[in-house]
């Protein structure tokens, strides 16, 4: 089976250790070093640790001009968005891991008095990770923290729409770990596919559910663990309670921010029907605020990058004439320069229910409004379509607040903010069925990388299950009987 291709144009080459043979070479030169890794010190996690947090300092300058080089990323944006959520995990998991690495402790029931019992988190092993391009390096680096800090060997495969992004990671990797423990390889989906058909122990993927679905098949095929981070249609309910100017500096922030290419981008709006044209105001005078007054100071401003090539550009154009072909208006923006991949800010109300804008991803800056009468109306349209990865609430209504919770289903939920669920370290991050399988950040991102090992120690010759092994009689049914009832 091979993964699907993003791209018919130009793609990175495949380099020498892009070759199968090359894969097979590292993968089973990392499994022989497993049980080195496995049995590493939490001293010598942590200074590898420090060590990949210096180096990407060092190399900060390098990041935001790769960035910049493969889809005009702006700098600052490059350390909101990319090397400063990489620190800021680094230094969480460095505050915390070792207490993460202990065994845990768990209650024993009287049934089985006279023993104990513990967790051990151990390494899972032999781990793939394959990462996106819209954040190429921030979701490159934080699986890895979480890997490494649990003791794991690493092959990680970039993507290739990213190709300046790859080879600093490939790079600064280099100059922290060993191929033996964290190897970056190069090259396009078919390298994928290559990968995909070794005997790892974890995968973890983040991307599409369409390649989701592809990645959770091969991993099957070796009954590889999966965490999937995916993504999907993420709804943003801006209630009649809400203050519309404070509503549209959060979702304009959280929608534009990497000109709209981000898994948990609030990807519509359903908004009360009194407050649609306040809400549509208020976006049009932060639109101009943070990015420029027209087209053309917004494409020269520096404070938005661009689609990450031409054939995405194609896509989410395509998704804007369909909608506007069936009645949908455009309220602001609309604009396209092919040249450029660039995409004006744009935002749609009347966007028909069955257009495809409201039934695909759209992963760019195009922001569709619905307007409903009653909350029951907006969560039907929500509860209709897959579980999303992100679900963003607007109200000063405890009561709304609540019963959106109680009644919708998502990975992650800002209240009266959008994006901010994904920095709060103590917090797991995932999705639900189609938008993601499993948990990453913080202690929920060392655990996917461990193998939590279930530990019973008998601590004297006589346990309790001794009176209820054979021969069987009636004291055995005595015993059994009593402590059916009693325990």
């Known amino acids: ?12 080459e ?23 890794i496995k049995n590493s010190t939490a001293r010598d996690r942590r200074k590898k640790l420090k060590l990949l947090k210096s180096k990407i300092f060092e190399y900060r300058e390098a990041i935001q001009n790769a960035l910049f080089a493969d889809f005009k990323k702006p700098a600052i944006e490059t350390d909101v968005s990319e090397i400063y959520p990489s620190i800021a995990e680094l230094k969480h998991t460095l505050n915390h891991f070792e207490d993460w690495m202990l065994d845990e402790e768990v209650d024993t029931p009287i049934t ?5 019992a513990y967790i051990r988190y151990e390494a899972k092993g032999n781990c793939l990770l394959i990462t996106p391009w819209n954040y190429p390096f921030y979701l490159a680096i934080s699986p890895i923290i979480y890997a490494v800090a649990a003791g794991n060997a690493v092959i990680l495969k970039p993507s290739e729409f990213t190709p300046n992004t790859a080879k600093i990671l490939k790079k600064l990797l280099a100059e922290v770990f060993s191929e033996k423990e964290v190897a970056v390889i190069e090259g396009d989906h078919h390298v994928s596919t290559e990968l995909l058909k070794l005997p790892f122990h974890h995968i973890h993927f983040t991307g599409s559910p369409k390649v989701g679905k592809i990645v959770m098949e091969a991993a099957s095929k070796n009954l590889s663990t999966c965490t999937l981070e995916l993504g ?10 809400a203050n519309m100017k404070e509503a549209a500096n959060k979702i304009v922030w959280g929608k534009f921010l990497n000109e709209g290419q981000t898994c948990i981008a609030p ?5 009360h029907e009194s407050k649609m044209a306040a809400l549509v105001a208020a976006m049009k005078v932060e639109i101009e605020n943070k990015y420029g007054s027209n087209m053309s100071s917004r494409m020269q401003g520096g404070n938005l990058c661009r689609m990450v090539n031409s054939r995405h550009f194609s896509r989410v154009q395509d998704l804007v004439e369909d909608a506007k072909s069936q009645g949908a208006i455009v309220e602001y923006g609309g604009d396209f320069n092919e040249a450029d991949n660039y995409i004006d800010p744009t935002i749609l109300s009347s966007v028909p229910k069955h257009s495809n804008i409201l039934q695909e991803e759209i992963f760019g800056p195009v922001m569709p409004m619905i307007s409903y009468k009653s909350i029951d109306e907006a969560l039907q349209i929500i509860n209709g379509k897959e579980r999303p990865l992100a679900l963003y609430i607007f109200s000063k ?13 998502a990975g992650g939920t800002c209240i009266n903010d959008t994006l901010l669920h994904i920095t709060q370290p103590n917090l797991p991050f995932g ?10 950040h913080g202690k929920w991102g060392f655990i996917d990388f461990s193998n939590e090992r279930s530990v019973h120690r008998q601590h004297f010759r006589f346990s309790m299950s001794m009176l209820l092994q054979p021969p069987y009689n009636k004291f055995s049914k005595f015993v059994i009987d009593m ?5």
Do not use: A
């Open 397 to 409: 209504k405890e009561k709304n607040i609540e019963y959106i919770m109680q009644n919708t289903s």
């Open 431 to 440: 999705g639900i069925n189609n938008s993601g399988i499993g948990k990453s």
């Open 483 to 487: 402590t059916m009832k009693y325990f």
């Open 14 to 36: 495949q380099s020498e250790n892009s070759s199968s043979s090359q894969i097979i070479k590292i993968f089973k030169e990392q499994e022989s070093n497993l049980q080195s």
């Open 112 to 116: 089985l008095l006279g023993s104990s």
């Open 232 to 241: 999907g249609k993420s709804p943003t309910i801006v209630d009649e309670t």
């Open 267 to 271: 990807d519509y709006i359903l908004v």
């Open 1 to 12: 089976m091979e993964l699907i291709s993003n791209e018919n144009s130009t793609v990175l």
